[in-house]
């Protein structure tokens, strides 16, 4: 027993030692100094100076609630390179100028990064793993409050509660993220001058939301298999001046739903094989869908009775012609549905979607007078996105000819005897 | 005798014809999904419903997501059926417009607006004297409130 309580006691001093060393070190560094951090280091390290922490090897775990590293009211500091264990929040930055976060691997915490109040911080390369329990009871990957220019680029986060959550921030580059596996992929509130590149979105509730924000652009996105039953790609909520632009939307149970927008521009982005590829309720008239392509979708689009303006945009399901030769079909396209309408209103009808019944109703809206003035292209695009359509997939076809060559050959053995 | 009897039986059925009973309906958290945010109605305790003139039914998980949508429609009172929200204390559904509010940025929500809600004042004040914190509002103090997270 007492060799037990020796040898308890013996880790406990270590780990105690290892801690204070690091945070001795911290507080003993010249401002502007860097650290090198290697092994695991227990404790709530707290930087408030200029300070550089480049982890080699490095582990840094919370004790407690409290953060793992809090840097507070403060500048020019880089945190590099470490594996963060926390209960709750992993690193929290508050009151900051310039900033670097980049390189940290945390996992099973509620909050990755937390960010407050701060100025041109750099979050980056960085990797945060949530847990399996439902998203209300978990927390941001990334969670930026009150704060502006920031730079977040290439994390790679999953099972979160939202990946990367922003609000009341002015500027701020979000891009060549990855969020999968959680409630939002990225979750804007309350925050101007937002630009979203490149970033993919996987398998979350809504890929990309944006609520309550004037002055935003999201372009060569990629938000796809968001096919819950609550699943959309990307969702505008009270969203004024925005353009969504050359995004990849697919596979979703809603592709694109606009609520309450004002002057939004949807242009250039591809809608494939989505449930529905747009729903917009309370879309003004200045607002624009337009050059899109659409193809594959069960429902192309439906809207509240104010409608949203299609203008030259590719549907699949467009049977005119172009006798002119000016690229453009020469009869309007119809998207109106009064099912895809009556979802609007019931979602849960949504179960009842390519049923014949439905089918026959969608057949019977294309010649009633009822569907003339909502959800009208006057332009349809006859050829668009010619990858698409001329595209092979060169395994399938390889498949396909292995197989054809399979049944052939037996088929000869078959009739010889 | 027979004039009354039939004007009578028309009041009788006009009068049946006249008020919608607009009552709230049972959630299941499989099928109702929040208007707004998109979230299934999981945690029911915080749910909230509309129900329109026209008998169509609006779940929301939260109560930032039901007063965003009577902004986002323009709607008062006057125009919706009913509308009504979990009780914070009974978890029984009580009138939206007549309840009393309380928020604190630590109060969790599904949505994490931390905004609760209450039948009256009395309970609310109560639950304030136990946490020890909160800001008592009304509906109209949820006009143009800020939701989110709030940091």
């Given at each position: 027993?007492?060799?037990?309580?020796?040898?308890?006691?013996?880790?406990?001093?270590?780990?105690?030692s290892a801690s204070a060393n690091l945070q001795q070190q911290i507080d003993e560094a010249e401002p502007?100094?860097?650290?090198?951090?290697?092994?695991?280091?227990?404790?709530?390290?707290?930087i408030t100076k200029p300070l550089t922490l480049i982890g080699k090897d490095a582990t840094l775990r919370a004790t407690g609630m409290k953060p793992a590293l809090t840097i507070d009211n403060t500048q020019d500091v880089i945190i590099d390179n470490f594996k963060v264990i926390a209960n709750q929040r992993g690193i929290v930055v508050k009151d900051v100028d310039n900033a670097r976060i980049v390189n940290i691997a945390a996992s099973d915490m509620l909050i990755g990064i937390q960010l407050h109040r701060s100025k041109n911080i750099e979050l980056a390369y960085n990797s945060i793993e949530g847990t399996d329990a439902h998203y209300a009871k978990k927390g941001n990957g990334l969670a930026l409050f009150q704060s502006e220019d920031l730079h977040v680029h290439h994390n790679q986060i999953t099972k979160v509660q939202d990946g990367i959550y922003i609000e009341e921030i002015q500027g701020i580059h979000v891009h060549d993220n990855t969020v999968t596996n959680s409630r939002y992929g990225t979750h804007f509130m309350y925050s101007d001058a937002g630009l979203v590149e490149n970033n993919t979105y996987e398998r979350n509730v809504t890929g990309l939301m944006v609520m309550m924000v004037d002055g935003f652009t999201a372009r060569y996105n990629t938000s796809r298999y968001h096919n819950e039953m609550n699943g959309s790609g990307v969702l505008f909520y009270d969203v004024k001046n925005a353009t969504l632009a050359h995004n990849t939307i697919s596979?979703?149970?809603?592709?694109?739903?606009?609520?309450?927008?004002?002057?939004?521009?949807?242009?250039?982005?591809?809608?494939?094989?989505?449930?529905t590829a747009l729903e917009a309720t309370r879309?003004?008239?200045?607002?624009?869908?337009?050059?899109?392509?659409?193809?594959?979708?069960i429902l192309t689009a439906r809207s509240d009775k104010e409608g949203v303006t299609l203008y030259a945009n590719y549907y699949d399901d467009y049977n005119g012609i172009d006798a002119d030769g000016d690229r453009y079909g020469d009869t309007p396209y119809t998207a109106y549905s009064s099912f895809g309408q009556w979802m609007v209103r019931q979602p849960a009808y949504q179960y009842f979607v390519a049923s014949p019944s439905v089918e026959l109703l969608t057949v019977l809206d294309q010649q009633t007078p009822v569907a003339q003035h909502m959800l009208v292209d006057d332009k349809p695009q006859m050829i668009k996105n010619e990858a698409h359509m001329m595209g092979i997939n060169y395994a399938q076809a390889l498949l396909g000819g292995l197989l054809l060559m399979s049944t052939l050959i037996v088929w000869r053995k078959g009739?010889?005897? | 005798m027979k004039k009354y009897l039939l004007a009578?039986?028309?009041?009788?059925?006009?009068?049946?014809?006249?008020?919608?009973n607009y009552e709230p309906r049972a959630l299941n958290e499989e099928t109702d999904v929040c208007q707004i945010c998109q979230m299934t109605v999981v945690h029911q305790d915080f749910a909230g419903q509309i129900i329109e003139k026209n008998g169509d039914y609006e779940v929301f998980d939260d109560i930032g997501c039901l007063v965003e949508k009577l902004e986002r429609d323009q709607q008062s009172e006057k125009d919706v059926g009913a509308a009504y929200i979990k009780d914070a204390n009974t978890g029984e559904w009580i009138n939206v417009f007549e309840a009393?509010?309380?928020?604190?940025?630590?109060?969790?929500?599904?949505?994490?607006?931390?905004?609760?809600?209450?039948?009256?004042?009395?309970?609310?004040?109560?639950?304030?004297?136990?946490?020890?914190y909160g800001k008592l509002m009304n509906f109209e103090d949820l006009q143009g409130f800020k939701w989110g997270i709030h940091q």
């Open positions: 027993m007492r060799k037990i309580i020796l040898t308890l006691m013996f880790w406990l001093t270590l780990s105690l502007g100094a860097t650290i090198e951090v290697t092994g695991e280091h227990s404790g709530n390290f707290l596979e979703n149970r809603l592709g694109l739903v606009l609520q309450k927008c004002d002057t939004v521009r949807i242009e250039d982005n591809e809608f494939l094989v989505n449930q879309v003004d008239d200045v607002s624009l869908v337009m050059n899109n392509t659409f193809i594959g979708n009739s010889k005897r | 009578a039986f028309a009041i009788v059925i006009l009068a049946g014809c006249g008020d919608k009393t509010y309380l928020y604190d940025k630590e109060f969790w929500t599904p949505m994490n607006y931390g905004v609760l809600v209450f039948e009256d004042v009395t309970e609310a004040e109560a639950y304030r004297s136990k946490s020890g």
